[in-house]
């Protein structure tokens, strides 16, 4: 089986967490903060924070933010159910409102007609590795006087005009789980360029300390392994390489897959796509519908996966929650499938990909 995500992960993350089991010092220390170093350094970042998740890395930004109680923040409905989760955990309320279909990302014209004096944010999600229009975004939160949050779980290493991701707004949230395009095994960091919004994280990410058990506000056990920091470490400098890869099946699956009614993704000319997904769209004059397709993918030792088959504003959690129409995301959650890019998908697989696929009746 070729499958849709797989960690990649050698020998020298292996060696690496042996080094810090053996030196005693197993939860935050100093491979953690050579990794926040690193990592916002590869950004071009003033700050990096590592957390323990990529929603603690949401939950973190947004609180110290000040969102609260009464506030909404702006949520694309296509996305993982942790960029609004992360916001109803500050109390706040996520408005979810569509997106663009060409690269799935937040519409702003869509932020911009669901707008209300309540509004204190927006987050825009870089999805499957693409970047959102952060010029759009930048302008309209900016003329508004609302933070911008960049949800960046997807998007390591990817670009907007030659500028890192991680960097266009007040905060941006990384993911590092396994699957990502690097991982800590669980994991997450916040970027930020706000030296005092960096200070204010730090407190909340470790229990609202100040100072060695002096509490001066209300935080959370939010900290990242050492554990973590050393593969962090390891697997940040083989991000461009295995970004590369990613890069390099995706464009091979796109100039060979030759079938009616399959969609391959697009790319925007300011954007650099990490295609932490490879998502193909069907419609009606593809042969099969979505489930027997992806039986008859596993049929022949592919596997695949909907990334997402439901949108926010349709979760039970949030049905109660007034939203707009989404009709872009509601297509898309009944359209998208994600097919296998990781760096361990051989050139031979790829060909593999595309012959049976191409091979559809």
């Known amino acids: 089986m070729i499958p849709v995500a797989r960690p990649f992960v050698g020998e020298e993350e292996i060696a690496a967490v042996a080094e810090v089991m053996r030196s005693g010092m197993l939860a935050q220390g100093d491979a953690v903060a050579a990794f926040e170093r690193e990592f916002a350094a590869f950004c071009g970042a003033e700050h990096g924070i590592a957390v323990n998740t990529g929603t603690a890395a949401l939950h973190a930004a947004l609180a110290c933010l000040g969102i609260g109680p009464g506030d909404e923040v702006i949520v694309p409905s296509f996305t993982f159910i942790a960029t609004a989760t992360a916001v109803s955990m500050t109390g706040a309320t996520p408005i979810a409102c569509d997106i663009e279909p060409a690269t799935f990302t937040i519409d702003p014209e869509a932020v911009a007609e669901n707008l209300s004096p309540a509004t204190r944010a927006v987050i825009g999600v870089h999805l499957y590795g693409h970047p959102f229009d952060v010029d759009a975004l930048s302008a309209i939160c900016a003329d508004e006087g609302i933070a911008l949050v960049e949800d960046c779980a997807q998007a390591h290493g990817a670009t907007w005009k030659g ?43 470790n229990h609202g300390q100040s100072d060695k058990y002096l509490h001066t506000e209300l935080g959370y056990n939010y900290r990242l392994t050492n554990i973590g920091g050393a593969i962090g470490r390891v697997q940040l400098g083989r991000l461009p390489g295995m970004n590369r890869q990613r890069q390099e099946n995706a464009a091979y699956l796109s100039a060979h897959l030759d079938v009616p009614g399959l969609a391959t993704p697009k790319t925007r000319p300011e954007a650099t796509h990490v295609f932490h997904q490879y998502v193909v769209t069907l419609d009606g004059e593809f042969p099969l519908d979505r489930e027997a397709f992806m039986a008859y993918l596993a049929d022949h030792g592919i596997g695949s996966a909907v990334h997402y088959p439901m949108p926010v504003h349709m979760q039970p959690l949030y049905r109660g929650t007034p939203h707009p129409a989404c ?23 790829c060909a593999t990909i595309c012959d049976v696929i191409n091979g559809v009746e």
Do not use: W
């Open 163 to 205: 500028r890192q991701v991680g960097t266009f707004g007040d905060a941006g949230c990384f993911s590092f789980y396994p699957t990502k395009n690097m991982t800590t095994g669980e994991g997450g960091l916040v970027t930020t360029g706000d030296a005092a919004l960096a200070g204010r994280i730090r407190r909340f990410i």
């Open 327 to 349: 009709p872009v995301s509601d297509r898309c959650a009944r359209t998208v499938l994600s097919l296998p890019v990781h760096p361990g998908v051989s050139r031979g697989d």
